[in-house]
């Protein structure tokens, strides 16, 4: 080729990069590797091949982690921990600090490794994933030097077992081993089978770092693999990226087990256009969105919404963008898309797309070699409903349709059982930012997308799963109160007596649904006795069907998380005058459940009542110090719809600790009052009825918790299941949990101290909301 013919072609040429680095480091291994258990590779045992997907070629063979590798893994683990938590902070700091200049230092040797092995282009292995790999082991270096000063209260977890994907091999080693690590916990860590070389050569380069032994270790192996870590009972904490489906079975199999769990799952991100929107950048951050790393990227913006008036230009814009996209070699610097991980997952892709009937689909002009490779694809036309526009494709697949209104943008964007990330384009800033919080999402891009950094939290909603990667609010995930927890006894009702007695009218008090006080549905009705035998009253037995009305009901209310803070505060402000002015009559009644003195816990009751009415419009969101020229704001949101199963042991205060800081955040609630006494919570109905709280906000149903706690976990509407209850239902509540992925906070069996700091403030805001971050970036 003559310059001449360059210049008449202006195609680009050739510009690989050299694999003779990682293919030297894999032979230094005999193309061989064991596992890095206690600061050194075992010898390679049985195990599966690692092949490069863009020349089938086979780069090296990994060994298959065995039950008795997890043991040891977890023993070497569990030895190093205290050692490694007990360390002065700084010590910390400058162990991930060094892991950060290690990444840097060899970052080209990581970014050819993690291309050849995934198939992802180098550009952006290079430019994107190692980047972000060093920046997060030097913000959780950061963490880690300010932990004991920021949190004084909290201590690691212990040992973390983490599972991760093959989309982003090394980056999320990082979002799971930094934050591990920072928070004095040690590790063991399962990389994907396709992809566990860059885990490997990082383990081997911790040396370097003078990590100490048993501090990480990397286990390689299949999905078995990963099932025995997420089973082993030496393991406090699982930490989670990948499917739906296999976060649900982890989420079952912990149940009960008091692991600490976050989920970072599948999502099916929606991508709004306005009508004003910059239409050129805003292709252009599509192709970023969903051609980027061949659409296998969790947070893929692979569902476009286009306003109607511009949706054919803008289509006919981005198949021109799409025909001049380069699929081909990873290692070749001008290339766009790279190749699928896996013969198995482009079947997976070309079977979900050949088995469309809808719409019209357009595959871009572009030559797409032979072997596993899939040419960018358009399907436009699809109704809302249609398969594609709801399951994950995990490819280079885009799928569009149209919309009039925002309202109705926002009707389609949240059409979907996910809520991972989204993004907005419009020229208009009221527009994005009123959109914005409406969107069912733990992220939202403004004009841009694809924006991460190790100081923002990610993470989803619904079934994209819980808990934040990054930030504080992502460490906090490896920290646990350092106060020692004492065991609860389960509490018991009163016995009936053989002779009960009574005085006055029967009254039975009655559930509130919606405002409303409601008859059981069953019909039922139980006898409260006091510890002396006197008849008290009598409470409506709850059954499944109350639930589902009070969860209706909660929903028809949700109009609350809408109401400003202050407009909340005035409210819990004007529930605790209410309860005071009944003091004296409260009082008398939990002497009467409980035989103690009722005075202290009205009083402790009315002063939470205050606290939460402060701290509505306190619990602030932040403004992220992100490497970009903008924001990220993190909003805390309320989670939803939440179900709360109150304390048995302090009828009343229990109640209003759990409802209060629910509501106060803007949640609507279903409480069911302690089991065993529950008529301080009918009282209090009278106390909701007079307070100016909308309908529905607070519904309350009494009954038994074991039968109540099932429905209300299972439900498919209810966002968020916390339980204080005396009877063991953690383990059900988190196996139920599991149906819609809804995020959970119990007690473990374990008791709290309710009248002290252990039973008000931020731990328990923060798990009545969702941080939501928002990335505004600005500047023409
Ligand atoms: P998986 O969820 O199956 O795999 C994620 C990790 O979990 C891997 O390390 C895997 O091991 C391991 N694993 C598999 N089964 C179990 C189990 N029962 N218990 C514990 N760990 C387990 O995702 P896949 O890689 O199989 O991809 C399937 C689909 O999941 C994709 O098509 C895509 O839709 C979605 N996905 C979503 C991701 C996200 O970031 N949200 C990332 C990857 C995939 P192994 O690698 O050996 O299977």
Not at 53 to 78: F, N
Request: with cysteine; charged share 20%.
């Amino acid at each position: 080729m003559t310059i001449r013919d360059i210049f008449d072609s202006m195609d680009y040429g050739p510009a690989p990069e050299s694999s003779a680095e990682s293919l030297a480091w894999i032979a230094a291994h005999n193309g061989k590797f064991g596992h890095w258990i206690d600061g050194a590779f075992t010898k390679p045992g049985e195990g599966f091949d690692t092949a490069n997907p863009a020349t089938a070629k086979v780069l090296a063979t990994v060994t298959q982690g065995t039950e008795a590798d997890l043991d040891k893994a977890v023993s070497a683990a569990r030895k190093a921990q205290p050692a490694w938590a007990k360390l002065p902070a700084h010590q910390r700091a400058k162990y991930l600090y060094a892991l950060a200049r290690l990444v840097q230092k060899n970052s080209r040797l990581f970014a050819v490794l993690e291309s050849m092995d995934n198939g992802k282009p180098i550009r952006e292995s290079r430019d994107i994933d190692i980047p972000l790999v060093a920046r997060h082991f030097y913000y959780h270096a950061g963490l880690a030097q300010l932990l004991p000063s920021e949190q004084p209260d909290m201590a690691p977890l212990g040992v973390c077992g983490a599972i991760i994907p093959w989309n982003f091999p090394l980056l999320m080693l990082a979002w799971k081993v930094a934050p591990a690590l920072a928070a004095g916990n040690t590790i063991i860590l399962k990389p994907a089978e396709f992809t566990p070389l860059t885990a490997l050569l990082f383990a081997e380069l911790s040396r370097e770092a003078g990590l100490p032994k048993g501090v990480l270790n990397i286990v390689t192996g299949d999905g078995d693999t990963g099932a025995a870590l997420v089973a082993h009972s030496q393991v406090d904490k699982i930490a989670f990226t990948g499917s739906t489906a296999v976060g649900r079975k982890i989420r079952e199999v912990t149940a009960g087990t008091g692991k600490a769990l976050t989920l970072e799952l599948g999502g099916k991100s929606p991508y709004i256009v306005f009508d004003d929107a910059d239409i050129d950048s805003a292709i252009e951050g599509l192709v970023d969105a969903i051609w980027f790393n061949q659409g296998q990227v969790c947070c893929a913006g692979s569902r476009l919404l286009v306003q109607e008036g511009i949706a054919e230009r803008f289509h006919g814009k981005l198949k021109r963008r799409m025909d001049g996209l380069r699929v081909g070699d990873p290692l070749d610097k001008c290339i766009d898309v790279g190749a699928i991980i896996d013969p198995s997952q482009l079947a997976i892709i070309t079977a979900m797309v050949d088995a469309n009937r809808e719409g019209e689909t357009y595959r871009a002009a572009t030559p797409v070699p032979v072997g596993c490779f899939y040419p960018p694809t358009l399907i436009t036309g699809l109704s809302a409903a249609s398969t594609l526009m709801q399951e994950e494709i995990f490819g280079p697949v885009l799928v569009s349709t149209t919309f009039r209104t925002p309202v109705e943008a926002v009707e389609l964007a949240n059409n979907t059982r996910y809520g991972l990330a989204a993004t907005v384009w419009t020229e208009n800033i009221n527009l994005a930012l009123d959109v914005a919080p409406k969107l069912k999402a733990g992220v939202v891009w403004v004009n841009g997308t694809n924006m991460f950094d190790a100081a923002a939290g990610f993470g989803g909603v619904r079934e994209s799963g819980f808990g934040r990667e990054g930030g504080w609010e992502g460490l906090l995930a490896y920290l646990k109160p350092i106060a020692k927890r004492q065991p609860l006894t389960q509490a018991k009702a009163s016995p009936t007596p053989a002779n009960p007695t009574t005085e006055g009218l029967d009254r039975t008090a009655k559930l509130f649904i919606g405002g409303k006080q409601a008859r059981p549905d069953g019909g039922y009705s139980k006898p409260i006795y006091s510890p002396k035998g006197k008849l008290l009253g009598q409470i409506g037995v709850g059954n499944r069907k109350d639930i589902r009305n009070a969860v209706e009901a909660a929903h028809a209310a949700k109009g609350w998380a809408k109401a400003t803070a202050h407009a909340r505060a005035q409210i819990l402000y004007y529930i605790a005058e209410n309860l005071s002015a009944r003091a004296a009559e409260f009082a008398r009644r939990l002497k009467d459940l409980t035989e103690n003195p009722g005075e202290q816990e009205v009083e402790a009751s009315i002063q939470r009542m205050f606290t939460y009415a402060a701290w509505a419009d306190k619990f602030d969101g932040a403004v992220k110090s992100v490497p970009i020229r903008g924001v990220a704001i993190a909003m805390n949101e309320p989670n939803g719809v939440m179900g709360l199963l109150c304390p048995d042991e302090v009828p009343l205060l229990g109640l209003i600790s759990t409802i209060a800081p629910a509501i106060a955040m803007g949640n609507t609630v279903i409480v069911v009052p302690s089991e065993t006494a529950p008529l301080a919570a009918t009282d209090f109905i009278q106390v909701l009825e007079t307070s100016d709280l909308p309908a529905g906000v607070v519904n309350l149903v009494t009954g038994s918790h074991s039968d109540l706690a099932k429905p209300l976990a299972s439900h498919m509407d209810v966002d968020a299941v916390w339980s204080f209850s005396s009877t063991p239902l953690s383990a059900v509540i988190e196996r139920e949990a599991a149906s819609n992925l809804k995020r959970t906070w119990v007690n473990h069996a374990f008791a709290r101290d309710w009248y002290g700091p252990d039973g008000e403030g931020r731990a328990f805001l923060r798990a009545a909301t969702e941080i939501k971050t928002i990335w505004v970036p600005y500047g023409e």
